[in-house]
Nanobody
Framework: QVQLVQSGGGLVRPGESLRLSCSAA????????MAWFRQAPGQEREFIAG?????????YFADGIWGRFVIFRDDTVRTVYLDMTDLKPDDAAVYYC??????????????????WGQGTQVTVSS
């Protein structure tokens, strides 16, 4: 059973930055497409950013996210990161990492992903 373990998150003020991490123990990690989603209360889970596997390594983002958020991965430690800058109150949500173990090319829908992290709360408030 694949387990994705998230860390990071918390309470920040508008304009501040935060890093989220998501790690897996599985040796196949480097073959997975990884992504970050978020879900605010009463809303659907929303794609934020994804990153493909080595060889077709590329990041892709939801509209309006590129430039403030950066996704990157370190396959040597089987971890994917989401660096968030200039956070706004609208960014407040529970953030989830997700794994597509088939290594799909730029999947953006929650249904395309096989495994999920436990979620971590990000609160942006002054």
């Amino acid at each position: 059973q694949v387990q994705l373990v998230q860390s990071g998150g918390g309470l920040v003020r508008p304009g501040e930055s935060l890093r989220l991490s998501c790690s897996a123990a599985d040796r196949s990690f480097s073959t997975w497409t990884m992504a970050w989603f978020r879900q605010a209360p009463g809303q659907e889970r929303e794609f934020i950013a994804g990153i493909n596997t080595w060889g077709k390594l590329s990041a892709y983002f939801a509209d309006g996210i590129w430039g403030r958020f950066v996704i990157f991965r370190d396959d040597t430690v089987r971890t994917v990161y989401l660096d968030m800058t200039d956070l706004k109150p609208d960014d407040a949500a529970v953030y989830y990492c997700a794994a597509d173990v088939q290594g799909g090319t730029q999947p953006r829908h929650a249904g395309d992903y096989d495994y999920w992290g436990q979620g971590t709360q990000v609160t942006v408030s002054s």
